[in-house]
């Protein structure tokens, strides 16, 4: 099935630092979604992108619609505490999957010690 | 405030007992689904559901069945539970069709003895 390649896996955050993550994909996707999972939590939608090059943002929270439809990131800046926790990217893909999101394997955010 | 319900939030069972997980949304969404999550993160998708009477497997094999009598409920089911089925289970629903993305419950976590 399609595939979304989410990076980095991990990443270790000093408060204030800028954060940046990325989805890319071999396949077109029409609509593309972050979301942001809290431990003992669902995940909850952050940003949803619907057109090629949408650059949108979610007060600290920055994301773009590749202009290929094959990719998008994310961006936080300015980092707190609570940003700490799993971002997953989803995409609709435009050619089935039963009209369900593909997710990312998801960029597990954590405090530097 | 989650329209979207899981019960329980925790559970541990022993082996060979049958569990139902609860699922219930208070959003009149057509579509259902039932992820589980890995403590590598990655969500799997299991079952998924585009209405009354509909139930479809989904990418991840498993062991567990789901039923939809009511469109607001969707209940998954072992009938004989293993440790291999410890896991993070999510539920989460969508209207049929539109692009704005799911929204998950806060998750059963499922622990078997």
């Known amino acids: 099935g399609q595939q979304l390649n989410q990076s980095p896996q991990s990443m270790f955050i000093q408060e204030g630092e800028d954060v940046s993550m990325n989805c890319t994909s071999s396949?077109?996707?029409?609509?593309w979604l972050w979301y942001k999972q809290d431990p003992g939590e669902g995940p909850v939608l952050l940003i949803a992108?619907?057109?090629?090059?949408e650059l949108t943002s979610n007060g600290r929270l920055t994301a773009q619609f590749g202009i290929t439809r094959k990719d998008s990131f994310l961006n936080i800046s300015a980092s707190i505490p609570s940003d700490v926790g799993i971002y997953f990217c989803?995409?609709?893909?435009?050619?089935?999957?039963?009209?369900?999101?593909?997710f990312g394997k998801g960029t597990k955010l954590s405090v530097k010690p | 405030e989650a329209d979207i319900y899981q019960t329980p939030r925790y559970l541990v069972i022993g082996t060979g007992k049958k569990i139902t997980l609860e699922c219930s949304q208070t959003?009149?969404?057509?579509?259902m689904y039932w992820y589980q999550q890995d403590p590598g993160m990655e969500l799997h998708l299991i079952h998924y559901?585009?209405?009354?009477?509909?139930?479809e497997k989904g990418d991840l094999s498993s062991e567990s069945t789901v039923s939809r009598i009511r469109t607001e409920h969707f209940p998954l089911t072992l009938e004989s539970a293993r440790p291999s089925h410890t896991s993070q289970y999510l539920c989460?629903?969508?209207?049929?069709?539109?692009?704005?993305?799911?929204?998950f419950g806060s998750g059963t976590r499922l622990t078997v003895v």
């Open positions: 989460a629903s969508s209207e049929l069709g539109h692009p704005y993305g799911y929204t």
């Open positions: 396949s077109i996707f029409n609509t």
């Open positions: 992108l619907y057109k090629a090059g």
């Open positions: 989803a995409g609709l893909f435009m050619g089935g999957s039963q009209g369900n999101l593909i």
């Open positions: 959003m009149g969404h057509d579509k």
């Open positions: 559901s585009y209405g009354v009477n509909s139930t």
